[in-house]
Every structure is written in C-alpha cells, then in structure tokens.
C-alpha cells in the first residue's frame, strides 16, 4: 500500500519556561502507551495515517516491515518492542512518523502525535545523567505537564540489525507494496 505524503499535522505549545534570547530546540512529541518519547524537529519529515506494512524476509527483529512512502521503500522500526512495550497490532487509528536518521529515512509506528513543542536552546538533560543504562533515550525534555524521552534514532540498530537491514532492503525491497 502507498502512502501519500503529508505535512507534519502539529500544535505548537505553550514554552515549559521563559525563552529569554529567543533560540530554541524545537521537538515532535508523541505517544506509546502513556509513554511520551520525543525527536527533534529537523528529524521528523512528517506524520501520516497508519496503513499495511509488507513483511521484508531477513529483516532483523527490530524491524515490522517496509512501507512504500511516496516510491521511497522505507523500513518499519519496532519502537514498542524496542521500549519493552507490550505487542499489540497496528490499529486504524495509528499514525506513522516519517524520520531520518544519519543513515536512512525510517518509520516509526506510534498511538498519536502531541505536537511540536519548543524548549529553550541546550535545554534538554542528557540521559546519562538521569540513568546511564538508557541505550535508546539520548535525554529528557520538559514539557508544560511532565516530561518527554528523547529518542535516539542513531542507537535503534545495532551494526548488525543494520547491515542486515541493509542486506533485506536490498534484496526484497524492491518487492514491498
């Protein structure tokens, strides 16, 4: 199934805290559960309705499948299985969010989009700092109402889930509807 390309559908919201020299770091924030988990703004081509994901043989666990994003074959990262989340089907009522990382556009299934929120520049707080385990969240922003995980795009696949995402994009992707 094609997806046709939309603009990100976003709200912006009120600034957690006075911006005193008008520069920002501008996030998309959205939902997994009662999880919030964020990206910046710049990485985030934009958000569509859920549709069919085709299998892709000798992709790595982490990956759903491929979906055809406006001709562009793009693979589907497992986000709840990545967070520990429990499995459960991709609804009607999903979005996908559209991003790209240093080394490929990916799509990441998610419940809903908040929006885009603007923080003050520098102001996120590293995740090692809050706990150093976290392999996937890069840090923490705060929101008016709570706090929202970074998401680290680049840390999702390990060197091997990557090449051998590569390896199946490569090898079956030109057959994904």
Known sequence: MRVKAASIHSSTATDPSPITDGSVDRWVVFLLDQGRYALPLDAVSRIVRAAEITP????????????????????????????????????????????????????????SAMGVFDCP???????????????????????????ALIHDLEMFLSADESRA????????????D
């Open 121 to 147: 520049a520098n102001s996120a707080i590293e995740a090692a700092l809050i706990a150093p385990e976290l392999e996937l969240v890069s840090g923490v922003i705060q929101l008016p109402d709570g706090l």
């Open 56 to 111: 892709l043989p000798r992709a790595p666990r982490a990956v759903l499948g491929a979906l055809d994003v406006a001709g562009q074959v793009l693979p589907v990262f497992d986000l709840r299985g990545r967070f520990g989340l429990p499995e459960r089907a991709i609804e009607a009522g999903d979005y996908f969010l559209i991003a790209t990382s240093r080394r490929r556009s990916v799509v990441l299934p998610i419940d």
């Open 165 to 176: 995402l590569d390896d199946a994009l490569t090898r079956d992707g030109a057959h994904a």
